[in-house]
């Protein structure tokens, strides 16, 4: 495949994150019924950071991810994302805080299958302002679908289709890239692929809160926070660019090969 | 990546028409059934309008060719004992409390004479009628020209119509000349046709009324007006009543039988066909409504995913509805089309003449398909409301 560079090749590492936090979760409770899915949730995300969201099925992270991005509303808490606190926002007003803020990446890619791959890409134009097929067709260029404007989901690989999603998640330049376990249904190559483009975007400062179970892809990371029945249970900051650390003890931290924890108990013995 | 686009709703109106076009054309084989749905109820409908707006047009103008509405006789207790009355001014006959009723009258005088064709002295009584108007089938008595009867005379005959039976009794056929006896009086009149009605009419001789006047010897006098007044029952019962004002010596009477039954006979046909009409466009829309359903059943992750990329529930719905909508009109204009055509030929069957195109019947059809199009979309609107949380989630 080739793929142009997503930003600007002058741009060769992924700034340090730093400043006023982007995001700041404070307290976040959701409740299904008698379920609590997020049990009082709290951490921030600074600008440029790419943040690996792990732990087992039924944790809580497509919950946090969903509310985070407006799609569902917090039962109690505070989400304030760039100065607004979404959890007041109403319906019209996270309509535009979706269009305009948020980039979303599925697992399951969500195309609409009669829409070809170039229209899958305006529609997020559409209803985020007006419709600008050169920019869509350079946004697919960029993620190596220039040849595939024209196909529709049925006629594009799991991959193509992934990448589709993510030229339509990046189209309106979102402040906030939300993307759920993105390599959940590609292979080994296409996963790398995948991957590979959100480095780019990484690079390029774009936030990133990316739900995985795969710790080979959590490692790309600069952190990484896990959830475990609806509560924080770590959370860890790293640079993938450089060596692992090692804990005092002289153990790498566990599984992620990050240097710091921030939680009480970063490394095991 | 690139520059932020500014709101501009009218540019975005070629990415709203390309997405109307992809909903339309995603599944064609649903697009064919929508449209047969909406195209049939539309033709049904237009047909039933078009017939129930002819009828009304039919009732109000061929019944009325039927005959007269109103009588004006002469008063039985009235001081002419022979039946005959003096004929009114024409302005007295005018409908003045309403100028929008027309109205059409025919003056008649019956007499009896003794006629007996030219060069025959075998002579028949005869009921002649002196006859002001138009007589039923023929041209008016005083537009034809004489030379049409081509006579054998040396003295100018009048014009006369005589009814089958009484020229097969007189053995008297088309141009042939007939000598009438009343008392003293004689006339000569040429035979210019043979009218056959199936009823009295047939038994009688026609001739202009002036003619009989004087074959009678009554100047002035006459035995009844025919009056055709259009109009509902009201009207007519109204028109009536103005003309006992002016003809103090005649007696008015309302064939009001004729008039209601004809009001009857519309408000029945015209209630069938619009309670006809109403069950075809709940039908119709009931049946677009289930292929509705089903297409809401595959849009739900579409319009989840639409919502969560920044799609607004009305401007989905806009979508939405638009399709409905254009269906509706292809629809509506297709089977409009066809519905009045086939007016036509249920008009044939029905009434014996084909049913008029009745234009105004067409945008009626064409608007009454589109809001069964865009109410039978009431799944799709549902859709606007979904959570794409809980569609993704899988429990909706």
Request: glycine share 8%; hydrophobic share 45%; charged share 15%.
């Amino acid at each position: 495949m080739t793929t142009q560079p997503l930003v600007s090749p002058s741009v060769s590492l992924a700034p340090a994150p730093q400043g006023q936090p982007q995001v700041l979760l404070e307290n976040l409770v959701k409740e299904y019924g008698s379920l609590r899915a997020l049990g009082g949730v709290s951490f921030n995300i600074l600008p440029g950071e790419w943040i690996a969201l792990m732990g087992p099925s039924g944790s809580g992270k497509t919950t946090l991810i969903n509310i985070l991005g407006g799609l569902d509303t917090a039962t109690s808490g505070r989400i304030v994302v760039n100065g607004q606190d979404i959890t007041r926002l109403n319906e019209s007003e996270l309509v535009r805080y979706r269009a305009e803020r948020i980039g979303f990446v599925f697992q399951q890619f969500h195309l609409v299958p009669y829409l070809t791959a170039l229209e899958n890409v305006m529609l997020a134009q559409y209803f985020h302002s007006v419709t600008d097929e050169s920019q869509a067709v350079e946004a697919l260029k960029r993620v190596g679908l220039g040849d595939r404007l024209d196909h529709l989901p049925a006629n594009l690989s799991g991959g193509e289709q992934q990448r589709v999603a993510i030229a339509r998640a990046l189209i309106n330049q979102p402040k906030l890239i939300l993307a759920d376990e993105p390599t959940g249904n590609l292979d080994e190559a296409n996963e790398e692929i995948v991957i590979n483009i959100f480095r780019e975007l990484h690079k390029s400062s774009h936030t990133i809160l990316m739900v995985t179970h795969d710790v080979d892809i959590a490692r790309n990371a600069s952190r990484r926070i896990e959830l475990t029945h609806g509560h924080l249970t770590m959370d860890t900051t790293c640079n993938f660019l450089e060596a692992p650390k090692l804990c005092p003890h002289g153990k790498p931290f566990p599984s992620s090969g990050c240097c710091t924890s921030l939680d009480s108990k970063p490394c095991e013995p | 990546m690139s520059s932020p686009r500014s709101k501009n709703p009218r540019s975005n109106n070629p990415m709203f028409r390309r997405l109307v076009r992809r909903l339309l054309f995603a599944n064609r084989g649903r697009l064919f059934v929508i449209l047969l749905a909406l195209s049939a109820g539309a033709a049904v409908s237009a047909a039933l309008l078009n017939l129930q707006t002819d009828a009304k047009h039919r009732l109000t103008t061929e019944f009325r060719s039927f005959g007269a509405n109103i009588l004006v006789l002469p008063k039985s207790s009235g001081t002419s004992s022979d039946g005959t009355m003096v004929a009114p001014a024409a302005a007295q006959l005018a409908p003045s409390l309403d100028p929008s009723l027309t109205i059409h009258s025919e003056t008649l005088l019956y007499a009896i004479a003794n006629a007996n064709p030219a060069f025959s002295s075998h002579s028949l009584p005869v009921v002649v009628v002196g006859y002001s108007g138009v007589m039923p089938g023929s041209a008016p008595l005083d537009s034809l020209d004489p030379q049409q009867a081509q006579l054998n005379s040396n003295t100018e005959p009048v014009l006369c119509i005589a009814g089958q039976q009484v020229a097969a009794r007189l053995n008297a056929k088309s141009r042939d000349r007939l000598s009438l006896h009343n008392s003293e009086r004689h006339l000569d009149c040429a035979l210019t046709d043979i009218l056959r009605t199936g009823d009295a009419q047939d038994g009688q001789i026609f001739l202009s009324l002036s003619d009989v006047q004087k074959l009678a010897n009554t100047p002035e006098k006459i035995s009844i007006i025919q009056i055709n007044a259009s109009g509902n029952a009201t009207q007519i019962e109204q028109y009536a009543a103005q003309l006992r004002q002016k003809l103090p010596d005649a007696e008015v009477r309302p064939l009001r039988q004729f008039s209601e039954a004809q009001a009857k006979i519309y408000s029945r046909i015209s209630g069938l066909l619009t309670a006809s009409t109403a069950l075809i466009l709940i039908l119709t829309g009931l049946c677009v409504m289930a292929a509705m359903t089903n297409i809401a059943a595959e849009r739900k992750h579409d319009v989840g995913m639409m919502k969560a990329i920044g799609g607004s529930a009305r401007g989905i719905l806009n979508l939405f509805l638009t399709e409905a909508a254009l269906l509706g009109l292809a629809g509506g204009l297709i089977g409009a089309a066809a519905g009045i055509a086939l007016s036509m030929a249920l008009g044939k069957a029905v009434f014996g003449i084909a049913a008029a195109p009745r234009l105004i019947v067409y945008p009626i059809s064409v608007t009454l398909t589109v809001i069964v199009a865009i109410l039978g979309a009431y799944p799709l609107r549902r859709l606007a409301n979904v959570r794409p949380a809980t569609i993704f989630r899988g429990d909706a």
